[in-house]
Antibody, heavy 120, light 112 residues
Framework: QVTLRESGPALVKPTQTLTLTCTFSGFSLSTSGMCVSWIRQPPGKALEWLARIDWDDDKYYSTSLKTRLTISKDTSKSQVVLTMTNVDPVDTATYYC????????????WGQGTLVTVSS | QSALTQPASVSGSPGQSITISCTGT?????????VSWYQQHPGKAPKLMIY???NRPSGVSTRFSGSKSGNTASLTISGLQAEDEADYSC????????????FGTGTKVTVL
């Protein structure tokens, strides 16, 4: 059974750095073609793709946020970490991690999401 | 890269069929057969309903079907049921290597 779970602070202050961890089970990120993405959704708004890390450590970032984002993985811990620097209230959102497999090239499994509020 | 365009809302009566459109460009929807659709109930994570334009993952009802014509993809829900009331979003691969995915604006489906 595939599961993903996001964890991180519920509240961060403007200008701080946000660190989110996606802990997963039921698959290995060292399997060829496997990827994990971070996606966020501001309250009442659309989903927005943020970043992706692949089994071979290739990384991709949203063009509009790439200067602020860093994605990394720890395969031995089955974790993917996303850091976002210099957060702003507009970064308030539910943050999800999701898997893409080499067979189903879509986000086939999602975490339950973690709500992050940016406020002083 | 702009978000894919979806209608803000679509409604139908139980038993009816409805179709949600997802319009992009030749750089995303029109350029790839990697369009997927997600269902999201309030307070829940999105659930994959359709991948690669028209494929259903195991366990998804056959009432859900997908198609594509040119730069527009569509999700059809037939035999509408109360449990189908939710938000639906599309997404597509893009030719922009620095932004490989783009999501749609989202559609609220209401069962009357």
């Amino acid at each position: 059974q595939v599961t993903l779970r996001e964890s991180g602070p519920a509240l961060v202050k403007p200008t701080q750095t946000l660190t989110l961890t996606c802990t997963f089970s039921g698959f290995s990120l060292s399997t060829s073609g496997m990827c994990v993405s971070w996606i966020r959704q501001p309250p009442g708004k659309a989903l927005e793709w943020l970043a992706r890390i692949d089994w071979d450590d290739d990384k991709y970032y949203s063009t509009s946020l790439k200067t602020r984002l860093t994605i990394s993985k720890d395969t031995s811990k089955s974790q993917v970490v996303l850091t976002m620097t210099n957060v702003d209230p507009v970064d308030t959102a539910t943050y999800y991690c999701a898997r893409v497999t080499p067979v189903i090239k879509a986000f086939d499994s999602w975490g339950q999401g973690t709500l992050v509020t940016v406020s002083s | 890269q702009s978000a894919l365009t979806q209608p803000a809302s679509v409604s139908g009566s139980p038993g009816q069929s409805i179709t949600i459109s997802c319009t992009g460009t030749s750089s995303d929807v029109g350029g790839y057969n990697y369009v997927s659709w997600y269902q999201q109930h309030p307070g829940k994570a999105p659930k994959l309903m359709i991948y690669e334009v028209s494929n259903r993952p195991s366990g998804v009802s056959t009432r859900f079907s997908g198609s594509k014509s040119g730069n527009t993809a569509s999700l059809t829900i037939s035999g509408l049921q109360a449990e189908d009331e939710a938000d639906y979003s599309c997404t597509s691969y893009t030719t922009n290597i620095t932004l490989p995915y783009v999501f749609g604006t989202g559609t609220k489906v209401t069962v009357l």
